[in-house]
Nanobody
């Protein structure tokens, strides 16, 4: 039903900015909230940011508030994660995920569809 493809990862220096992109392939009638998650080395996967299908509501992990911005372009079927002031602790595999549930807010769990992930490495 929904396929997600991430891009934009790579190696960055602490303090740099990186933008991740996620192309969401779905039927035009499908409305999906989209989230970014990450799995740091040796740690569990965690929610980073989410945005509802319209782009009007967002939600962030406290550790990235003020540094990361999630946005979407529904014409291009693409969701972005702008990451500024990167820190070494942002090093992780970043995953894009989609949720088809109709919820009052942006969920931070229960996403059904996942991309393959893209590696972001921040060196200090």
């Amino acid at each position: 039903q929904v396929q997600l493809t991430e891009s934009g990862g790579g190696v960055a220096q602490a303090g740099d900015s990186v933008t991740l992109s996620c192309v969401v392939s779905k039927h035009p009638s499908v409305k999906a909230a989209t989230g970014w998650f990450r799995r740091p080395p040796g740690k569990e996967r965690e929610f980073v940011a989410g945005i509802d299908w319209s782009g009007s509501r967002t939600r962030y992990l406290d550790a990235v508030k003020g540094r990361f911005t999630i946005s979407r372009d529904n014409v291009k079927n693409t969701v972005y994660l702008q990451m500024n002031s990167l820190k070494s602790e942002d090093t992780a595999v970043y995953y894009c995920a989609a949720d088809l549930r109709i919820l009052p807010g942006v969920p931070d769990n229960g996403y059904r569809f996942w991309g393959q992930g893209t590696q972001v490495t921040v060196s200090s």
